[in-house]
T-cell receptor, first 113, second 112 residues
Framework: EAGVVQSPRYKIIEKKQPVAFWCNPISGHNTLYWYLQNLGQGPELLIRYENEEAVDDSQLPKDRFSAERLKGVDSTLKIQPAELGDSAVYLC???????????FGEGSRLTVL | GQQLNQSPQSMFIQEGEDVSMNCTSSSIFNTWLWYKQEPGEGPVLLIALYKAGELTSNGRLTAQFGITRKDSFLNISASIPSDVGIYFCAGRTPGGWGKLQFGAGTQVVVTP
């Protein structure tokens, strides 16, 4: 069974440019998460989806970050415009149920110059 | 911000030694998950705990869900070089959407 797939693995952009990350969860997993991981820290939740509904986006900086999961399967996280402080690893995870175990993708490492 | 206190922050041990780490919280959790993350990779689930007092093993790894529901422990026995990585605990609060919170991680370095 394929795991959580994320792309791109690495992205280098200049500040004020837009960037987008894509995630395809494990087949059949209704819950999808986007996490932010700064160097030396644990993952921090940005947004959680139950199917196509964003049920927890309280930690998402909505002035520059947006996310969508239009058909309740794959998801896109966008940053526009990017700032220097956005340099981090963006992790996508999925779980079969709301209270289930989370399975992570390999992450997308963003560097903003 | 994170509400879990994970310790120690890092450990330097010799191959063959046992490793212990723990997480404590000011909140009660109904789930504890332990992950391992290697450089350039996403976290990989090691052990899941769902009941207070539960003791679960996965090979040389053993984790326990604390009786108070506010802590959890992970032990690695007879460490080997491939145990190198950062170990994260994660706890889920009961009720509602059950938000999962992560500790800051314990970096384990194993020397031959």
């Amino acid at each position: 069974e394929a795991g959580v797939v994320q792309s791109p693995r690495y992205k280098i952009i200049e500040k004020k440019q837009p960037v987008a990350f894509w995630c395809n969860p494990i087949s059949g997993h209704n819950t999808l998460y986007w996490y932010l991981q700064n160097l030396g820290q644990g993952p921090e939740l940005l947004i959680r989806y139950e199917n196509e509904e964003a049920v927890d986006d309280s930690q998402l900086p909505k002035d520059r970050f947006s996310a969508e999961r239009l058909k309740g399967v794959d998801s896109t996280l966008k940053i526009q415009p990017a700032e220097l402080g956005d340099s981090a690893v963006y992790l996508c995870a999925s779980s079969p149920t709301t209270a289930g175990e989370l399975f992570f993708g390999e992450g997308s490492r963003l560097t903003v110059l | 911000g994170q509400q879990l206190n994970q310790s120690p922050q890092s450990m330097f041990i010799q191959e063959g030694e046992d490793v212990s780490m723990n997480c404590t919280s000011s909140s009660i959790f109904n789930t504890w998950l332990w992950y391992k993350q290697e450089p350039g990779e996403g976290p990989v689930l090691l052990i899941a705990l769902y009941k207070a007092g539960e003791l679960t093993s996965n090979g040389r790894l053993t984790a326990q869900f604390g009786i108070t529901r506010k802590d959890s422990f992970l032990n690695i026995s007879a460490s080997i070089p491939s145990d190198v990585g950062i170990y994260f605990c994660a706890g889920r609060t009961p009720g509602g959407w059950g938000k999962l919170q992560f500790g800051a991680g314990t970096q384990v370095v194993v020397t031959p």
